[in-house]
């Protein structure tokens, strides 16, 4: 609002220049200010703070006769504010009822006001002036946001969508600026003239007046500054004004109904009875000098007030109803009321209205019918032009000091204080001192302020009281949400937002001043216990001064038991916050005491290829990639080959080499479940549509078992997670998170017995008898053993044929183990059944076929509590295999959640692990899955997670021996 002060300094200067060559004043004034000499008098409007300069009558070609005297004689400065009236009626019509012509335009509320060069509108508040050659005053009328055009133009430049807070201090910005330009009048006038709508006293002024007192004082020091550069009286520099100011009201309406009574003013015309106005007047004077007695405004020491009023003159003056501002489009609307109500015939309604109204009869601005205000200002002016001053001194007190400047040294002098007021400098005392201004003037700013600082501690307390150690930023919200609903019950105000600031921001700095919890969560969902800390593997950090990190592993003392690979013996886990420590590192060192000299299937992993050279490389990779572009086409050949000999596998010798799903070895033909290629087909959804040719990629998997031997070196790092579904394609993980281990021969388990392991159950740890049945005729049929080498399968125990339904069979044992937080282990018998075999009984009574033609659920119940029972998760997996010919193939696949979460398997492809025949085995599952997505959090509420599950096809029968 202050960046257009310069121009009203530069027209001063441009002013003073001319002064100095000793030319006219009012030519001076005209050249300056007007817009066109020979254009109409009033001046073009100049916004954001600039003083527009008028003169009443134009330069003429003997106007520099007597140039010199008139300089040097003194003039009175005259400031005009207040109120306007309502619609587009102004103060400054008022004003130009003194000069007999429009001088000041009146402002349409409706007008578009012009924009600073930078898109922002222009100032609400500024000066415009006039210079009366023949009187030698000057008059400087305030625009502000208290006329109605000001006020409609801050409406519509109010920015949209603003908060209570930001519209509040959108408003006292522009008051403030309006209270500076007013301390700026109090400083460089003789005589202040309030304008107010109606005839009563505005007690607002009291608190503006009372500020603008106490700013005064302490700017005093910056004025005496300004003005001693110039050639003035000591006292003029000391008080840093040319007097104390007289202050005078003028009430532009009034509601008195016997006002124009004729006989009332021949009355008062012969000093028989005062008018009503009169009584009036006199009434309001004595008001307001109560009041400002009352409230120390005016006192006994006049060179410290603000301004003075006459002791022994009006002060008060109220415009008769003759001089009254009348509003062109009231009169019109009030006249057709009056033709409207004449109006009473039917033939005078048909005819057509003529308004009775013209131009000439129409109210103007320059009628003269009797000018009381020219006579009131001018008996308080014509004291400063006959440079007598103004006595206004109570009870015999020092008259103030008064000055009777002239135009070039009222003009230099006004410079100077301008800048003052609203452009100021740097000076930190002055900017305070106009900040004061500011805050006296906003009283509900400075309740709310007063108001919001008696309830932040409060508001902290709260938020402090509960607080533990350290917490996590979660509790930090929520309590956050606590202290601030405390604050907005009680913080009313402009204020609110900013305290509320001030709050989250105190609250923030008390949680992470040593309070802030790690944020980093377990692979099973559990924050860190430790402060905010680091690894200690992490670089070193840039941090302030004042916070202080350690260097400590994750950790949340959650620790559960668990056994090791082979189940044999057990361990307390810690919570992992690591991969490879949740599935491999724990399991290794229990390895080291129990079943590192067993046997173990080994997963590919991932190896790094030694380095090569750069040329080596490129070369290497376009010979790889022509190779795989040809190895495409193959394959291709081969899966339409694979599909067709699958149709015709019937008429195929040579079944040495064939596999069996679970579903042909139950039952179907042998033959259908014969691949001339060797590669297994599990038993899932996407089985049936290999077998019917509509997935031809699947069975041709000769470029991913290509890497079974871990060698994955095209790739230059592994994967970040498990081998899944989403994996790439070749990529493999930096190490495995499964094991498959032989625990020995097939005759270490006993079915009447169970497993020999510790912490499972006493009713569940059997495992599930597994019969392969082999149809007569099949292809099988030649390769098995005689009557005389079997064993009966009747109730005396045994193998053999089956005289009721003339088919032979294999038996194997399976079970799926789950493990449960409390250490508890139990088998399941199927996807929603536990085994529960009494003692003494001899064995369970289910069967293993739900296992093997099921999806198993990864989470179930544990039955070691009946009421809420922790989940136990799927952790092993035992197989006790047949004696040959036949021989088990494990190929696992777990989906952890519901779609679309990922599968996860330990070998690429659909190649799956052979076990060796009369064996005991057991696969060993991850404790944690994790994709390059993330980990797959367990269920936290005791509840199974829908759609986590061991799909089906973890077991598949197959006639070709394992690979030693």
């Known amino acids: 609002m202050d960046d257009l002060g310069p ?54 070609s003997s106007g520099t006769a007597g140039a010199t005297g008139k300089n040097l004689d003194n003039i009175c400065v005259i400031g005009v504010f207040g109120k306007g009236a309502s619609g587009s009626q102004s ?187 009169k009584v009036l007047q006199l009434h309001l004077e004595d008001q307001i000098y109560r009041i400002f007695r009352k409230t120390h405004i005016l006192t006994n020491n006049m060179s410290h007030c603000l301004f003075s009023i006459p002791l022994n003159q009006g002060f008060v003056h109220i415009l008769n109803r003759d001089n009254e501002l009348k509003d062109p489009v009231h009169e019109l609307i009030k006249s057709y009321q009056i033709i409207s109500e004449t109006r009473g015939s039917p033939r005078d309604e048909s005819r057509p209205f003529v308004m009775p109204i013209t131009v000439d009869s129409m109210p103007s601005l320059t009628e003269k019918n009797k000018d009381t205000l020219r006579s009131f200002v001018d008996q308080h002016a014509n004291l400063i032009l006959a440079k007598k001053g103004f006595d206004d001194s109570f009870r015999g007190a020092t008259i103030a000091h008064f000055e009777y400047p002239t135009l070039k040294t009222w003009i230099d002098v006004a410079t100077s204080l301008y800048d003052v007021f609203v452009n100021p400098s740097d000076d930190p005392k002055q900017t305070a001192s106009l900040a004061y201004l500011q805050t006296t003037l906003d009283q509900d700013l400075r309740f709310s302020e007063m108001r919001c600082k008696k309830i932040l501690p409060m508001a902290n307390r709260m938020y402090q009281e509960t607080a533990s150690s350290h917490y996590t930023s979660t509790v930090h919200r929520n309590k956050l949400m606590q202290a601030m609903h405390t604050y907005s019950q009680h913080a009313r ?143 291709d050949d081969l899966s339409m080959k694979a599909v067709e000999k699958i149709k015709f596998s019937t008429d195929m010798k040579g079944s040495e080499s064939g596999i069996m799903t679970p579903d042909h070895s139950l039952g179907q033909s042998a033959a259908d479940g014969f691949l001339p290629t060797g590669q297994a087909i599990p038993h899932t959804a996407e089985s049936s549509d290999v077998l019917s040719g509509e997935h031809q990629d699947d069975v041709s998997t000769k470029e991913e078992t290509d890497d079974v031997d871990g060698s994955g070196s095209q790739f230059s790092s592994p994967l970040q997670g498990m081998l899944c579904s989403t994996s790439p394609r070749g990529m493999l993980p930096a190490f495995s998170s499964w094991s498959l281990i032989c625990l020995g021969p097939s ?27 082999i149809p007569k005729g099949a292809v099988l049929d030649s390769h098995w053993p005689s009557p005389s080498e079997t064993v009966s399968t009747s109730k005396k125990g045994g193998r053999g044929r089956d005289k009721k339904d003339g088919s032979d069979g294999l038996r194997a044992y399976i079970g799926n183990e789950y493990e449960c937080p409390r250490g508890h282990r139990f088998i399941c018998s199927g996807p929603d059944k536990v085994v529960k075999v009494p003692s003494g009984s001899g064995g369970p009574k289910e069967s293993g076929n739900k296992l093997v033609t099921s999806d198993v659920p990864l989470y179930f119940p544990c039955p070691c509590r009946s009421n809420k029972p922790p989940l136990g998760q799927l952790i092993r997996t035992f197989v006790v295999t047949p004696p040959g010919p036949v021989f088990i193939k494990l190929n696992p696949k777990v989906r952890p959640g519901p779609h679309p979460t990922p599968i996860f398997y330990p070998l690429p492809g659909e190649v799956g692990v052979t076990l060796s025949a009369s064996s005991m085995w057991v696969l060993r599952y991850p404790f944690v899955y994790m994709s390059e997505a993330g980990a797959v959090m367990p269920p936290t509420d005791n509840q199974p997670t829908p759609g986590a599950k061991l799909l089906k096809g973890l077991f598949l029968v197959t006639l070709q021996p394992p690979q030693s």
């Not at 680091?534 to 840039?542: C, Q, S, V």
């Not at 559960?560 to 590192?585: I, M, Q, Y």
Request: charged fraction near 25%; charge should be neutral.
């Open 91 to 277: 103060k400054g019509l008022l004003l130009n009822k003194l000069f007999d012509s429009n001088v000041f335009e009146s402002q349409n509320i409706f007008q578009h006001f012009p924009k600073n060069p930078d898109g922002s509108p222009t100032d609400s508040c500024h000066v415009e002036s006039h210079y009366d050659k023949a009187n030698r005053t000057l008059y400087l009328h305030l625009v502000s946001v208290y006329d109605a055009s000001q006020l409609a133009h801050l409406c519509r430049n109010l920015p949209q969508h603003s908060s209570p807070a930001e519209c509040h201090a959108y408003w006292k910005g522009h008051e403030g600026h309006h209270a500076r330009l007013m301390l700026f009048l109090f400083t460089v006038c003789h005589i202040l003239i309030v304008f107010h709508p109606r005839a009563v006293f505005d007690t607002s002024y009291v608190k503006l007046f009372r500020a603008l007192q106490a700013t005064r004082e302490k700017l005093t020091p910056h004025l005496s500054a300004s003005l001693k550069s110039h050639s003035l009286s000591r006292q003029w520099q000391t008080s840093g004004r040319m007097c104390t100011p007289r202050l005078l009201f003028i009430c532009q309406q009034n509601d008195l109904t016997r006002y124009s009574n004729p006989d009332e003013k021949g009355n008062e015309a012969k000093g028989k009875k005062k008018s009503p106005r």
């Open 493 to 635: 105000g402009p204020a609110y937002e900013t305290f509320a600031l001030q709050l989250q921001e105190e609250c923030e700095r008390f949680w992470q001043s040593g309070r802030q919890l790690c944020e980093v969560v377990s692979l099973t969902g559990h924050h860190c216990i430790h402060k905010l800390h680091l690894l200690p593997t992490d670089p070193e950090l840039d941090m302030p001064k004042d916070v202080v990190l350690t260097r400590t592993p994750h950790t949340n003392n959650n620790q559960t038991p668990c056994a090791c690979n082979c189940g044999r013996s057990s361990g307390t886990r810690e919570d992992p916050f690591d991969l490879k420590v949740a599935n491999l590192d724990f399991f290794e060192e229990l390895e080291e005491k129990c079943c590192k000299d067993l046997r173990h299937i080994k997963f590919p992993v991932y190896i790094p290829s030694p380095s090569r050279r750069p040329s080596e490389v490129t070369r290497e990779e376009e010979e790889e990639a022509q190779e795989s572009r040809g190895k495409d086409d193959d394959d």
């Open 747 to 773: 005759s270490l388990y006993h079915p009447s017995k169970g497993l020999d392991q510790r912490s499972f159950l006493r009713e569940s740890k059997h495992l599930l008898p597994w019969d392969i049945p």
């Open 7 to 60: 121009s009203f300094i530069h027209q001063l200067r441009f002013v003073k220049f001319f002064l100095d060559q000793r030319i006219d004043v009012t030519c001076l004034l005209v050249s300056a200010f007007q817009v066109h000499p020979t254009s109409s008098p009033a001046a073009t409007r100049v916004a954001g703070g600039e003083v527009q300069g008028r003169a009443v009558d134009k330069c003429s």
